[in-house]
C-alpha cells in the first residue's frame, strides 16, 4: 500500500508541474498579444505628443494611431502628403528621423503658441518657413525624452534614444536624400486638437536597426599579427595648438612668449602617428615623472587667453580629429635655454595625479 500511494502522489506531482507549465506559457502569449508589460512605438509615441502638448500650453491633444509598419527607404515619401511640413529629426548616434504634420496641424500648433487657443479660422496655403517648423520643435523636444523614457526598458528599441528636433526640410526629394537608413518604421496619427476643433494627420518616421549579420563570428587572425603587434607607435602628448600668421611665425625668436591658456594642463590630447587622437587625459606628475591621467573629461585644446583676437587666426584645420605632428628637427642651443623655462613652468602648473598610474614619460 505505501508503494501505491507514493507512486500516486508521485504521478499527481507531475500532472500539476505540467498544467503549471502549460497555464504559464498561455499566460506569457496573451501578455504578449495584449502587450502587458511592454509599450509598443505608437503607444509610446502617442502618449508623448499628448502629455508634452498638456504641459507646454494645457492644449488637449488625442491621437489615434491609423497605420504602423515597416517600409523600404525608397517607398518613404510615396506615404508622405503632398501640403506637409517636413522636420528632420537629428540623433548623434544613428540616422535621422522624420515628422511630417499637415497644414491643419501646423495652423492649430501655431494658433495655440499665438492666440493661446485653437480656432477654426481657414487654413492658408502659403509655402513653409523655417519659423513654422520652429513652432513645432517645442512639441518635439518635450514628447521624444518622453517617448524615449517609455521604451528605455525594451533592448529591441535601444535605437530609438536621443532624438530631437533639427530643421526643415523643404521638400519630399531633399527628405529622401536625408534618411539613409536601410528601412525605416513609420506610423500614421489622426491627431484631434482641443476636442476636435481642428482635426490632421502626423506621420514619424524612424530607423529600423541593421540586421545582425548570420556569419558573425570574429576575422581570423592574420599570419603578420605577432609581429605586428611589436611595431612601435609612436604618441605625443599635445597641450595647446596656438594659430599664428606665417609671417609671425616667421618672426619669431629666442625670448618671444606665446600666451598659452592656464587650462591646458587640464584638455592634454594623445595623438599617434598621422595626427589620429587615441585618448584625452589631464597632464600631471608623479614619482618625479610627467604623466597623463587618461580619461579626464576635458576639451581637447583651448585658447589662449588673451586681451585681443589675433588679426588673421589662420586656416582651421577641416577635421577636428585631427591635429598637425612636431617634425623631428635639430634644437638650436638657444631654444635649450627656452625648455628649460617651460619645463619649470610647467612644473608650475601641473598639479599631481591623485592615484598611481605607473611611471614613465608620455
Not at 133 to 142: H, I, K, V, W
Not at 244 to 260: E, N, S
Amino acid at each position: 500500500m505505501t508503494g501505491t500511494v507514493r507512486q500516486r502522489d508521485s504521478s499527481e506531482t507531475m500532472t500539476e508541474d505540467a498544467a503549471e507549465t502549460v497555464l504559464e506559457r498561455k499566460a506569457i502569449a496573451q501578455r504578449r498579444a495584449l502587450g502587458v508589460g511592454t509599450v509598443s512605438l505608437p503607444r509610446a509615441l502617442g502618449r508623448g505628443l499628448s502629455i508634452a502638448a498638456d504641459a507646454l500650453w494645457g492644449l488637449g491633444l488625442a491621437v489615434e494611431a491609423s497605420d504602423d509598419l515597416s517600409l523600404r527607404a525608397e517607398r518613404l515619401m510615396d506615404r508622405m502628403e503632398d501640403d506637409a511640413l517636413l522636420i528632420l529629426l537629428e540623433n548623434d548616434a544613428g540616422p535621422c528621423g522624420l515628422a511630417a504634420f499637415d497644414r491643419a496641424l501646423v495652423t492649430g500648433l501655431i494658433e495655440v503658441q499665438t492666440l493661446g487657443k485653437v480656432t477654426r479660422l481657414p487654413t492658408d496655403t502659403r509655402r513653409y518657413t523655417p519659423t513654422d517648423a520652429a513652432m513645432m520643435a517645442p512639441l518635439l523636444d518635450a514628447a521624444l525624452p518622453r517617448f524615449a523614457s517609455m521604451l528605455a526598458g525594451q533592448p529591441e528599441m535601444a535605437h530609438l534614444q536621443g532624438y530631437r528636433f533639427g530643421a526643415l526640410v523643404e521638400d519630399a526629394q531633399t527628405a529622401g536624400l536625408a534618411l539613409d537608413a536601410a528601412r525605416y518604421h513609420l506610423t500614421e496619427f489622426d491627431v484631434s486638437l482641443a476636442q476636435d476643433t481642428r482635426r490632421g494627420r502626423a506621420h514619424f518616421l524612424f530607423p529600423e536597426p541593421p540586421e545582425p549579420a548570420e556569419d558573425a563570428s570574429p576575422p581570423a587572425a592574420g599570419k603578420h599579427q605577432a609581429v605586428l603587434r611589436l611595431v612601435p607607435a609612436r604618441m605625443q602628448a599635445v597641450l595647446t595648438r596656438v594659430h599664428l600668421p606665417l609671417h609671425k611665425a616667421q618672426a619669431l625668436k629666442a625670448g618671444d612668449v606665446l600666451p598659452i591658456s592656464s587650462q591646458a594642463v587640464t584638455s592634454a590630447t594623445l595623438v599617434v602617428q598621422g595626427g589620429h587622437i587615441a585618448a584625452r587625459g589631464k597632464l600631471g606628475q608623479i614619482n618625479g615623472f610627467r604623466a597623463v591621467r587618461i580619461g579626464w573629461d576635458g576639451s581637447p585644446f583651448h585658447q589662449a587667453s588673451t586681451a585681443k583676437p589675433a588679426a588673421d587666426p589662420g586656416p582651421v584645420d577641416a577635421d577636428p580629429h585631427r591635429v598637425p605632428l612636431a617634425t623631428s628637427l635639430p634644437v638650436p642651443a638657444a631654444d635649450l635655454a627656452l625648455d628649460g623655462q617651460l619645463e619649470k613652468a610647467l612644473e608650475d602648473l601641473t598639479p599631481d595625479l591623485p592615484e598611481p598610474l605607473g611611471t614613465g614619460e608620455p
